[in-house]
């Protein structure tokens, strides 16, 4: 039975998913260009002391990590390997603008500390006094997959039992106004926005922690078994399908055996195609989108293997989330097929654990 | 001097981010570190910073801040005898 197993999960999002029953209490925002996190309170799980000097990426990742941590009853994991697209983004800022408004003197180290990408994962081994193996993978919209395949070579091979994994990314403002000239974001004139048939340029922006305890055995907790991950810097749409195919293979699966997929759609029509997928290899079988609720960032497919862990756990999929009418009488495996702006390209397949 | 106070109280609390402690909250003969506010090293070059920045005052000898560093009255006291701005 070892394996790769998610035996806890915590999250922080645009949703109100931190202490809510799975997707209980969801909004669909069609008007907005930026989704800001939910904030949970975080006096009650980081000291006065430290929480003050924390950006809201850190105090995300450590609340979402704890939760994580709390449900797979895992005290001290053997290592914390997290992913960030855009690292810890608002302080980067704080420190460039103080160069910049003070001429290049009276540098304050605050935030100069808390800007480098691994602070997330440092500050969750700092409170949990955790000295095991720390890794910070940066690498764009696989960034949290990458952990993935670090945590489960190492549990495959029998080097660790339980690994802590999370992505990270947080919105900052100087870095959104970028995005909105560059229309990485979508322009005010395309509202209402959707992520599905859109017919502009762009995607809704967002942010969010998304942690999962995993270990070589199942337990009591567990949601599902990451049977396998895989990833691809670049690839053109009419690519994917045999992206798709040629991993299922791998597996020993065929598409039939494919029983939910989750699509990473966020409504840039510059880039909707490679999820033609949808229609040609898995038009029968029932769909997923989420970034509709989770909005795009470059760890939003955290957001996606939390809702397909779910979805494996509750065997059925909310409304909200489905594609296409399509269902199955039980949800044994799952695939999620994610990119962004046509690069980095990713597949997670998720099985039962009981399977 | 009261007026120099109750700047560097409500300084202390916006650079340091001091969520939940308010201007009222600190008295004059507080010890800011250890025991009283609770700062630290990092605060510390924090306050350093803010005197050169706000006061124009350069430390040069990081062992002065220990007795400077003790309390708002004593950095009041520190700051209206140096300053250049």
Same mark, same amino acid.
């Given at each position: 039975?070892?394996?790769?197993?998610?035996?806890?999960?915590?999250?922080?999002?645009?949703?109100?998913?931190?202490?809510?029953?799975?997707?209980?209490?969801?909004?669909?925002?069609?008007?907005?260009?930026?989704?800001?996190?939910?904030?949970?309170?975080?006096?009650?799980?980081?000291?006065?002391?430290?929480?003050?000097?924390?950006?809201?990426?850190?105090?995300?990742?450590? %609340? /979402?990590?704890?939760? /994580?941590?709390?449900?797979?009853?895992? @005290?001290?994991?053997?290592?914390?390997?997290?992913?960030?697209?855009?690292?810890?983004?608002?302080?980067? @800022?704080?420190?460039?603008?103080?160069?910049?408004?003070?001429?290049?003197?009276?540098?304050?180290?605050?935030?100069?500390?808390?800007?480098? !990408?691994?602070?997330?994962?440092?500050?969750?081994?700092?409170?949990?006094?955790?000295?095991?193996?720390?890794?910070? %993978?940066?690498?764009?919209?696989?960034?949290?997959?990458?952990?993935?395949?670090?945590?489960?070579?190492?549990?495959?091979?029998?080097?660790?039992?339980?690994?802590?994994?999370?992505?990270?990314? @947080?919105?900052?403002?100087?870095?959104?106004?970028?995005?909105?000239? #560059?229309?990485?974001?979508?322009?005010? @004139?395309?509202?209402?926005?959707?992520?599905?048939?859109?017919?502009?340029?762009?995607?809704?922006?967002?942010?969010?922690?998304?942690?999962?305890?995993? /270990?070589?055995?199942?337990?009591? #907790?567990?949601?599902?078994?990451?049977?396998? +991950?895989?990833?691809?810097?670049?690839?053109?749409?009419?690519? +994917?399908?045999?992206?798709?195919?040629?991993?299922?293979?791998?597996?020993?699966? /065929?598409?039939?055996?494919?029983?939910?997929?989750?699509?990473?759609?966020?409504?840039? +029509?510059? !880039?909707?195609?490679?999820?033609?997928?949808?229609?040609?290899?898995?038009?029968? #079988?029932?769909?997923?989108?989420?970034?509709?609720?989770?909005?795009?960032?470059?760890?939003?497919?955290?957001?996606?293997?939390?809702?397909?862990?779910?979805?494996?756990?509750?065997?059925?999929?909310?409304?909200?989330?489905?594609?296409?009418?399509?269902?199955?009488?039980? %949800?044994?495996?799952?695939?999620?097929?994610?990119?962004?702006?046509?690069?980095? !390209?990713?597949?997670?397949?998720?099985?039962?654990?009981?399977? | 001097?009261?007026?120099?106070?109750?700047?560097?109280?409500?300084?202390?609390?916006?650079?340091?981010?001091?969520?939940?402690?308010?201007?009222?909250?600190?008295?004059?003969? &507080?010890?800011?570190?250890? &025991?009283?506010?609770?700062?630290?090293?990092?605060?510390?070059?924090?306050?350093? +910073?803010?005197?050169?920045?706000?006061?124009?005052?350069?430390? #040069?000898?990081?062992?002065?801040?220990?007795?400077?560093?003790?309390?708002?009255?004593?950095?009041?006291?520190?700051?209206?005898?140096?300053?250049?701005?």
């Amino acid at each position: 039975m070892k394996g790769c197993y998610i035996n806890g999960m915590g999250i922080v999002s645009v949703q109100k998913t931190f202490d809510s029953e799975f997707l209980s209490e969801v909004i669909v925002n069609e008007t907005e260009n930026v989704l800001y996190a939910q904030q949970p309170s975080y006096k009650e799980m980081i000291p006065p002391a430290m929480i003050r000097r924390m950006a809201k990426g850190v105090k995300m990742g450590i %609340y /979402a990590s704890t939760k /994580a941590l709390e449900e797979a009853g895992i @005290e001290i994991p053997g290592a914390i390997i997290t992913g960030t697209g855009m690292g810890c983004v608002e302080d980067s @800022e704080k420190f460039l603008k103080a160069i910049l408004d003070n001429d290049e003197q009276f540098l304050t180290p605050t935030s100069f500390i808390q800007s480098t !990408h691994n602070t997330v994962g440092a500050q969750i081994a700092l409170g949990l006094q955790c000295k095991n193996y720390n890794f910070t %993978y940066v690498n764009g919209a696989v960034s949290m997959e990458t952990a993935l395949i670090d945590a489960k070579m190492q549990l495959d091979n029998d080097e660790l039992t339980n690994v802590l994994v999370g992505g990270i990314d @947080e919105t900052s403002s100087h870095t959104l106004e970028l995005f909105k000239l #560059t229309q990485i974001i979508k322009k005010e @004139e395309d509202k209402p926005y959707s992520v599905l048939n859109s017919n502009s340029k762009g995607v809704v922006f967002g942010e969010g922690a998304n942690f999962f305890a995993l /270990a070589n055995t199942p337990n009591d #907790t567990t949601y599902a078994k990451i049977e396998d +991950v895989a990833i691809y810097s670049a690839l053109q749409p009419e690519q +994917v399908a045999n992206f798709v195919t040629e991993f299922l293979k791998a597996n020993n699966l /065929a598409i039939s055996e494919i029983d939910a997929v989750v699509f990473g759609n966020n409504g840039d +029509v510059t !880039h909707d195609g490679y999820y033609n997928v949808s229609s040609t290899i898995f038009n029968e #079988t029932p769909q997923v989108f989420y970034k509709h609720l989770s909005g795009e960032y470059n760890t939003a497919s955290g957001f996606g293997l939390w809702l397909a862990a779910n979805i494996m756990k509750q065997q059925q999929i909310p409304a909200i989330v489905k594609m296409n009418g399509l269902q199955k009488d039980s %949800y044994k495996t799952i695939l999620l097929y994610n990119q962004y702006l046509g690069k980095d !390209h990713s597949l997670i397949l998720l099985k039962n654990a009981k399977a | 001097m009261d007026a120099l106070k109750q700047e560097l109280k409500s300084k202390i609390i916006e650079v340091l981010n001091l969520e939940d402690i308010a201007v009222e909250d600190i008295n004059d003969n &507080d010890a800011l570190f250890g &025991d009283g506010l609770g700062l630290d090293s990092i605060d510390a070059l924090e306050l350093i +910073v803010l005197l050169d920045k706000d006061y124009g005052i350069k430390l #040069t000898d990081p062992k002065e801040g220990k007795n400077i560093f003790q309390s708002i009255d004593t950095m009041a006291a520190y700051i209206t005898a140096n300053r250049t701005k």
